[in-house]
Antibody
């Protein structure tokens, strides 16, 4: 079955960086785009960006441009999100979420990882 | 950039009742680009509806979606205890690729 398994919780100081991973299984890695969506405590969902491994292309939400890098390793079916210059407002649960291009309607997230809490605190 | 609003903020209902949740887009959108998710505390969101009305695999048939243009609806025909959760609508667009509404919480009356 399809699984997206994320790395564990992280604690970072303001100004530092964090890198979160998401290992995909149960499908053909090249058929998908992998996205990162975050959720601050008690808040709604916010799209961060995505990587399309087969195109080796990443796209980011405007508010994260220059501060985030999303990459994919097709040899291990793992996606990474690195967020730099962390501030307290980046404290959130970060989810990876899959979009299936082979569905013909790549406009929604069909599977989600379990989430990784990133806490930014001095 | 499309902005999604959801109403009501909170819906207090009893098991067995019908729930109707609304999602409004700031401008007309393609129905194929509208989805709904359910999120329970401590869990990741789960896809319920895509393409405005298509039910995702494994989702009970008490969940249905409808709408077009700027106004979309998620209906839960008879609430089960496990349906009390937060529901988000989501749009796929050309600029900010994915946007979410602020959510509607369905809680037990």
């Amino acid at each position: 079955q399809v699984q997206l398994v994320q790395s564990g919780a992280e604690v970072r100081k303001p100004g530092s960086s964090v890198k979160v991973s998401c290992k995909a299984s149960g499908g053909t890695f090249s058929k998908y785009a992998f996205n990162w969506v975050r959720q601050a405590p008690g808040q709604g969902l916010e799209w961060v960006g995505r990587v399309i491994p087969i195109l080796e292309r990443a796209e980011y939400a405007q508010g994260f441009q220059g501060r985030v890098t999303i990459t994919a390793d097709s040899t291990t079916s793992t996606v990474y999100m690195e967020l730099r210059s962390l501030r307290s407002e980046d404290t959130a649960t970060y989810y990876c979420a899959r979009v299936d291009f082979s569905s013909g309607q790549p406009f929604y997230f069909d599977y989600w990882g379990q989430g990784a809490l990133v806490t930014v605190s001095s | 950039e499309i902005v999604l609003t959801q109403s009501p903020d909170t819906l207090s209902l009893s098991p067995g009742e019908r729930a109707t949740l609304f999602c409004r887009a700031s401008q007309s959108v393609s129905s194929s680009h509208l989805a709904w998710y359910q999120q329970k505390p401590g869990q990741a969101p789960r896809l319920l509806i895509y393409g405005a009305y298509r039910t995702a695999a494994g989702i009970p048939d008490r969940f249905s979606g409808s709408g077009s243009g700027t106004d979309f609806t998620l209906t839960i025909s008879r609430l089960e205890p496990e349906d009390f959760a937060v529901y988000y609508c989501q749009h796929y667009g050309s600029s900010l690729l994915f946007t979410f509404g602020p959510g509607t919480k369905v809680d037990i009356k």
